[in-house]
């Protein structure tokens, strides 16, 4: 089983992220960033086709893609949990939804966590740098949304590197660090790794064993600095606890897939694990492929 931990499909509300937006054909080679140096073509992105992206996930062999909602402001705009309710409901058992919550209304934000856990979502996405102001992750007054989460058995994801925030501060691990130990029965997904604090990142997963580190595209992108070290990580102390995710539509679904496939694993089990083992074991789902 494949399961992509993080997709944003071209669907309602996620098509206004500024993941969407289009992109330069021919940019300048100085300043282009990264994230969209060899691109290749992906008609699900052009065609902002639900179908499309259907398909390329089954030409990708992704059972499961996990869609999260999202609360930030322009530009980077923010994704409905209705949006992703009704994306559950027309694709069954293709998706898995995590909701987001303001993190500036604490109270209202635990009654959303309250109605989220009950409607069969599986977790909550937190993006607290891109709040206004910015807040670190481990930042006390958002701690009841983390016991809620915990009481909910839904499962705490924060993204983390170097585009969330004012700053490289922001993404520093020691922050997931602090709420792990102050919440040990929450389970945690650090999206994107904490680029590029890669070595901290591992040395935090490496302590708090409820910390789940998803370096996604920061993973499987050839060249990547720091890439080795969640790799290395894998073969020693986190092979339970690798996930992978394409972060579409930074990348497309099949060259992630390939990717990850190919990075320098000590044993086809371990890749199986990231690939989708870890993720059905945490998510609660059948290790199985669903079509």
């Not at 705009?77 to 939804?97: H, K, S």
């Not at 006390?140 to 915990?150: D, G």
């Not at 720091?226 to 394409?246: E, I, Q, T």
């Amino acid at each position: 089983m494949i399961i992509d931990f993080r997709v944003r499909p071209p669907y309602k509300s996620f098509k206004k992220l500024h993941l969407f937006a289009r992109r330069n054909p021919n940019p300048d080679p100085g300043t282009v960033d990264g994230l969209e140096l060899n691109l290749p073509p992906y008609r699900s992105f052009d065609d902002l086709s639900m179908e499309a992206f259907v398909e390329e996930m089954d030409e990708a062999g992704v059972d499961i893609g996990v869609v999260c909602g999202r609360v930030a402001p322009p530009p980077y705009m923010g994704v409905e949990n209705d949006d992703i309710a009704d994306l559950l409901q027309q694709y069954p058992n293709r998706f898995v939804g995590f909701g987001a919550v303001d993190v500036g209304d604490v109270p209202a934000g635990v009654a959303t966590i309250k109605r989220l856990a009950a409607d069969g979502f599986k977790g909550i996405a937190f993006d607290n740098p891109w709040h206004i102001p910015p807040l670190y992750d481990d930042d006390e007054r958002l701690f009841p949304l983390y016991e809620e989460c915990a009481a909910r058995g839904l499962i705490a994801m924060f993204t983390s590197s170097i585009y969330v925030g004012p700053d490289l501060s922001y993404c520093d691990p020691i922050h997931i660090q602090r709420v792990a130990q102050s919440h040990p029965g929450l389970t945690i997904v650090n999206c994107h790794g904490s680029w590029p604090w890669t070595t901290n990142a591992c040395g935090v997963a490496h302590m708090c064993t409820n910390v789940y580190l998803m370096p996604d595209f920061y993973l499987y992108v050839p060249n990547t600095p720091g890439a080795d070290d969640y790799v290395n990580a894998a073969n020693y102390f986190m092979s339970y606890r690798l996930l992978h995710a394409s972060s579409y539509p930074v990348r497309p679904l099949k060259e992630s897939v390939d990717n990850f496939s190919k990075l320098g694993f000590a044993s086809d089990a371990i890749m199986r694990r990231g690939l989708g083992g870890n993720a059905a074991r945490i998510l609660g789902i059948s290790d199985k492929p669903s079509n």
